[in-house]
């Protein structure tokens, strides 16, 4: 949203008319005079608003709303859905865990075999059910949940995050469209929404992504048609195995009701927008390479009710669970939940202040000088992230270092703590403290060449393969692929 009106602002301002090179020269300056100023402004007042206290130690943070008697959940199962804003709640988890040296149950890359059915023995170091006590899960998988059963303790707490279906394939056309065979045929998501069938085979691989993708993602059958009696089937086994589902669209609130939920401190759940795709450009704008991207995510009213029916599953497990989320709030209390979003978002400024270069402007990839901070890019768009700011001290450096270090480089810091031994897996970027160790960066992209024959990697660097291949049918009876 912020990210549209500030196209909209740009467009406002007249930039798209501006060549290539005057605008590049007037980003130039405008970055040159912001850093000169807020260089300035850093100096005269931030100093010493930046005391070591900024991230307190103990569990009672000292802002925020007293959490009562509670003690902390320590046991906790996030199913990441995709294009959620799950990024920004996996990173939450990984924080709240390493801060306090719990264990996580981590996929032996950076998933758990997604798109396959979850299964015990993707968690590295897994010994049979129950063997270890593990508390945090939360790397992209399709649930199963007899199987997670088999890793998390019996107290666990579940939950997940929804989003609109619309918005939903918005962002998963932008990020997947090479991946996915229906997107990939289609001129653009307005052309797909048209006559979805047209462009959609089931048998596809990496076709998940363009129908009932949280359908998908909790384990059900993405392919189903839509019946009422199915829907509230598939709602309600999600009801059975998930203690909270939160709304993407109501970001904040959902942190309220997850921190209290689990009894979290108000820090825990302060967090930078990770994952963020860059604004939609104008459709028609000139942005280069990425010029038809405005033009190919354009949706009529009457598209968006299209892709609605097409996600009519989706569109089910959204209306359901906002219906929900919203008697959660009301239970909680509207004027409660307004003074601690307000709280929230406080604090979010804060310590982005604190924490940030530039006060938090996200900024390209590319432009980031800490190669290791580097987010991962994939996908039509381009993926921001953000740069700390340069004279923090140590432990200040390192609080803000865990906000906002991406979730490749975190996992891959979380499998070396709790390995220390193992080798550091392929994909390995970073080790304690951020140093590289890797003397590349990772960043793998789209059309990368490898070996003369151009090839596409999910976000996590995985390949994908480019062409198609059919389900095999395993001994279970089901359809998978491999
Ligand atoms: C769903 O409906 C479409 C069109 O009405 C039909 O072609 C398809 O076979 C149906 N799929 C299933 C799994 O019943
Ligand atoms: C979600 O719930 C809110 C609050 O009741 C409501 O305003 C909004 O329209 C709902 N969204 C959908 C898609 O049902
Ligand atoms: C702070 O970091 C520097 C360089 O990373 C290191 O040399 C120094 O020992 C650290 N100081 C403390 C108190 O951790
Ligand atoms: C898919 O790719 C593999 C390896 O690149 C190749 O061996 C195979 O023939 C391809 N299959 C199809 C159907 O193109």
């Given at each position: 949203m912020v990210f549209r009106r500030r196209a909209r602002r740009m467009r406002w301002l007249g930039c798209h008319?501006?060549?290539?090179?005057?605008?590049?020269?007037?980003?130039?300056?405008?970055?040159?005079?912001?850093?000169?100023?807020?260089?300035?402004?850093?100096?005269?007042?931030?100093?010493?608003?930046?005391?070591?206290?900024?991230?307190p130690l103990s569990s009672d943070d000292g802002h925020g709303s007293p959490m009562g008697p509670c003690r902390p959940h320590t046991h906790a199962m996030f199913l990441k859905t995709h294009k959620t804003a799950s990024s920004t709640v996996l990173n939450m988890l990984y924080r709240f865990g390493e801060e306090r040296s719990l264990r996580f149950a981590l996929p032996l890359g950076y998933q758990f075999g997604y798109p396959l059915l979850f299964n015990a023995h993707r968690v590295k170091g897994y010994r049979g059910p129950r063997m270890v006590e593990f508390n945090i899960m939360g790397n992209h998988m399709r649930f199963n949940k007899p199987e997670v059963e088999k890793v998390m303790p019996a107290d666990t707490f579940y939950f997940s995050i929804v989003r609109d279906p619309v918005e939903l394939a918005e962002s998963s056309y932008a990020y997947f469209k090479a991946v996915a065979p229906a997107f990939k045929r289609a001129k653009g998501l307005g052309d797909f929404a048209n006559d979805p069938r047209r462009y959609y085979d089931p048998r596809l691989r990496n076709n998940h992504y363009a129908r009932n993708l949280l359908w998908f993602d909790f384990g059900l059958d993405?392919?189903?048609?839509?019946?009422?009696?199915?829907?509230?089937?598939?709602?309600?086994?999600?009801?059975?195995?998930?203690?909270?589902i939160l709304v993407s669209e109501y970001f904040d609130q959902s942190m309220v009701l997850l921190r209290h939920a689990l009894c979290w401190p108000l820090d825990a759940v302060v967090s930078f927008s990770l994952n963020a795709r860059q604004p939609k450009p104008a459709a028609g704008g000139s942005w280069g390479s990425k010029a038809n991207l405005g033009a190919a995510l354009a949706l009529t009213d009457d598209q968006r009710l299209k892709l609605r029916e097409w996600n009519a599953l989706d569109?089910?497990?959204?209306?359901?669970?906002?219906?929900?989320?919203?008697?959660?709030?009301?239970?909680?209390?509207?004027?409660?939940?307004?003074?601690?979003?307000?709280?929230?978002?406080?604090?979010?400024?804060?310590?982005?202040?604190?924490?940030?270069?530039?006060?938090?402007?996200?900024?390209?990839?590319?432009?980031?000088?800490?190669?290791?901070?580097?987010?991962?890019?994939?996908?039509?768009?381009?993926?921001?992230?953000?740069?700390?700011?340069?004279?923090l001290d140590n432990s200040t450096r390192q609080a803000c270092l865990r906000m906002i270090r991406p979730e490749i480089q975190y996992k891959d810091l979380l499998d070396a703590q709790q390995f220390p031994r193992a080798q550091p897996p392929p994909g390995a970027a970073v080790a304690a403290g951020g140093a590289p160790i890797r003397r590349e960066p990772l960043a793998p992209k789209i059309g990368d060449q490898l070996g003369g024959n151009s090839i596409e990697r999910d976000w996590d660097g995985t390949r994908l393969g480019r062409n198609v291949s059919l389900p095999v049918r395993e001994r279970d009876g089901k359809d998978r692929f491999r």
């Open positions: 008319r501006l060549g290539p090179i005057w605008k590049a020269l007037l980003v130039f300056v405008a970055i040159a005079f912001t850093g000169q100023l807020l260089g300035f402004f850093n100096k005269s007042w931030m100093q010493p608003e930046r005391p070591r206290s900024v991230f993405h392919n189903a048609n839509y019946t009422a009696a199915l829907a509230r089937r598939g709602e309600a086994e999600i009801r059975k195995s998930f203690n909270l569109w089910h497990l959204y209306q359901a669970f906002n219906r929900t989320f919203w008697e959660e709030v009301e239970r909680f209390g509207r004027a409660r939940m307004e003074a601690e979003v307000a709280l929230l978002r406080t604090r979010r400024d804060v310590l982005a202040r604190v924490c940030l270069r530039d006060g938090g402007k996200p900024v390209e990839a590319s432009r980031i000088r800490d190669k290791t901070i580097r987010p991962f890019q994939s996908g039509l768009v381009k993926i921001l992230g953000y740069e700390l700011h340069p004279s």
